[in-house]
């Protein structure tokens, strides 16, 4: 079955500091993963896809498929990082969300 | 610009009852997906619509069930209403693989 795993509910790190958000997936062919964020008080809104292979708001995520992981990775995370970021996987139509990691950047 | 709209924005029923909700996508958007998002998890996915057809279905019971008007609105309709149906229900206008989310609709089944 198609899955996405977030294993962690919440982190917090200090301003300036790397942070990496985890996303394991399960699915049986080529998988199509995203990256949505949601900051207090706004909508659910798109951050990255890995087809894309780009770069936002100093944030890269990279499929590997050995590890079946898309992780979520910022070198120096910034206050207004803080948000509830949730991983996704597209099944044919079928957005699967991971349950979200809440993230905290302290200053 | 205008994004997606979805009303209204809180609603309290009853068990037992039935709800409509509604969605307008972003204008030129021919696409709507409908989630429910209960506290604490992500968003699971209800339906997908195109060009007024189906083209995508969640694991959700027949209860619900959706539309898709010529002018690409929809609506989201639950029958007979349970507790568990309490969530935020939200409405996604997508062009190809780029979904655009609205405010939410937050449902109270009490």
């Known amino acids: 079955a198609q899955r996405v795993t977030q294993p962690e509910k919440l982190l917090s790190v200090f301003k300036g500091a790397p942070v990496e958000l985890k996303c394991n997936y399960s699915?049986?062919?080529?998988?199509?993963l995203f990256w949505y964020v949601q900051y207090s008080r706004q909508r659910l809104q798109l951050l990255l896809r890995?087809?894309s292979r780009e770069s936002i708001k100093g944030f890269t995520a990279d499929l590997n498929k050995g590890e079946t992981s898309f992780h979520l990775k910022k070198p120096f995370a910034q206050e207004e990082d803080s948000a509830m970021y949730y991983c996704?996987?597209?099944?044919?139509?079928?957005?699967?969300f991971g349950a979200g990691t809440r993230l905290t950047v302290k200053p | 610009d205008a994004g997606v709209t979805q009303s209204p924005t809180h609603l309290i029923k009853t068990r037992g009852q039935h709800v409509t909700l509604r969605c307008s996508p972003i204008?030129?958007?021919?696409?709507v997906s409908w989630y429910q998002q209960v506290l604490g998890q992500g968003p699971q996915f209800i339906f997908q619509?195109?060009?007024?057809?189906?083209?995508g279905r969640g694991n959700f019971p027949d209860r619900f069930s959706a539309r898709q008007f010529p002018n690409y609105s929809s609506e989201l309709n639950v029958n007979a209403l349970l507790l568990g149906d309490s969530a935020l229900y939200l409405c996604?206008?997508?062009?190809?693989?780029?979904?655009?989310f609205g405010p939410g609709t937050r449902l109270t089944v009490t």
């Open positions: 996704a996987l597209n099944n044919n139509n079928d957005m699967r």
């Open positions: 699915y049986s062919g080529s998988p199509e």
């Open positions: 890995h087809i």
């Open positions: 204008s030129g958007h021919k696409s």
């Open positions: 619509y195109y060009e007024k057809e189906e083209r």
């Open positions: 996604a206008s997508n062009l190809g693989q780029q979904q655009y």
